[in-house]
């Protein structure tokens, strides 16, 4: 299975090494430490070892970002000068892409093509789209209301808010990491952040990155350790100024009960149950792969999944036997193998958690169109994967209509004109994102226009891009990531008022 890969000198010796924090321009890597094992999971063997830290050091890593922030040693270079070191990081990223998309095969279960042509290109462009914001970031001139306009002079500003979290998860190790890293930086922060334990490997690989570009020390620091004890503690801490969170919604609401103590500002990228909505006049072919992607790509193992495909009732019985057969024709198994379509689940917690939810859909009336089951790998069985799945014949009342599964499953739903198709579509606690397709360009501008997401795709799905703004409605988040509002949520805004 394993057969086209050949582990390369750099990665290995990397993975030879206890995985340590990163703090203040240090690697903390000490023996003595409790360590958690950095697994494949498309083998499900341990690779590596990583430290699992305390909440000693997460104050240690917030203090190293408090102090490089109170110096000045960043925030106060010029914005020229901290533009020419977030493209510098684009630069090294894309010389080590090889090792970057090596090591996020190994730990994330990506394929390395997509990892080296998307997930690395991707979140070097990151970095050199907010290089460019660094020079870029302004104020604004106001005019009094009700005061003498000519008495007073008055302009707002914008500066860096200080020491910012950042707590990603496993989904997408690299992209996430940059997607809060860049626009932090961009606007003069200092950061402190906490990968997820399944995937610390290609986070660690960047800070040293970042360092050989010149990033001071200090300025980013990188702690590892369990969720509610290490990121519990960081987002709560009173030396941390912002806490910008991806991951569960669960975890999400825990984070706000988490800030409440110095009322950091907050911005929260979390789950979706993305509906996709197919009209009569679409293109059949392309609706079909793109419902494909939408939701069998990493998995479905993606924040903006489309896990709900309504389909209009005069195509339904065309459609639905596309897709099927595309979903069938998917091959399962190890991202180390470049002939497979699909990877692994993350980890056996995960496979579990997506299992469970299938089982419980079955038992409460869906009907298994295809897949769900698991798919046995290796001669030693290691690896987590599941069949893509479909689901029809299911009813706003089961819990697979409503809940994320993250994970590889679908659930069809048929509608017809008697349907208000928009209300089925919000018909979810969620809102990050959906598409519609139809080549009719007024229903899809007013269909758009009234679904309750935060981004709306037409006739595509999934396509992010660093200068659109990406986040959700309702319980998908607070705050958009990439695009200029995303460097502002790392800004304050002061007022400044001038009697002259
Ligand atoms: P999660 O628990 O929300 O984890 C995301 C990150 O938060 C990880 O770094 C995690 O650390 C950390 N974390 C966990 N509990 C925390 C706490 N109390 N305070 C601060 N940080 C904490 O996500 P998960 O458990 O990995 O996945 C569970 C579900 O979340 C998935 O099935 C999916 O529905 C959803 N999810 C959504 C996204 C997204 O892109 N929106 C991404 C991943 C998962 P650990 O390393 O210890 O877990
Ligand atoms: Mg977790």
Known sequence: MSKAYQQSEAVKRRLEQVQGHFIAGHWLRENQQATSDVYNPSTGAVISQAICGTPAEVDQAVAAARSSFDDERWSGLTPAARAKVLWRIADLMEAEQAELAELEMLDAGKFYAAAEQGE?????????????????????????????????????????????????????????????????????????????????????????????????????????????????????????????????????????GAAKGNLKKVSLELGGKSPMVVFPDADLQDAADGAISAIFSNAGQVCVAGSRLYVHKSIYSELLPIIQEKAQAIKVGSALDPAMDMGPMISLRQLDSVLEKIHRAEAQGARLLCGGKLVQQGENGGGYFIEPTIFVDVNAGMDIATEEVFGPVLTVFAFDDSDDIVALANDSEYGLAASVWTKDIALAHKTAAKIKAGLLWINCHGIPDMAVPFGGYKQSGWGRENGYEALLQYTEQKSVIVRL
């Open 120 to 256: 690395v290109a991707f979140a070097a462009e990151c970095f050199r789209y907010f290089a460019g914001w660094c020079t870029k970031i302004d104020g604004a001139t106001k005019q009094l209301s009700s005061g003498p306009t000519n008495e007073f002079h008055v302009y707002t500003r914008r500066e860096p808010i200080g020491v910012a979290a950042l707590i990603v998860p496993w989904n997408g190790p690299l992209v996430q990491a940059a997607w809060k890293i860049a626009p932090a930086l961009a606007a003069g922060c200092s950061c402190v952040l906490k990968p997820a334990q399944e995937t610390p490997l290609s986070t660690l690989k960047l800070a040293e990155i970042m360092q050989q570009a010149g990033l001071p020390d200090g300025v980013l620091n990188v702690v590892l350790g369990d969720g509610p004890e290490i990121g519990g503690h960081l987002a709560a801490h009173d030396g941390v100024d912002k806490v910008s969170f991806t991951g569960s919604t669960a975890v999400g609401k825990k984070i706000i």
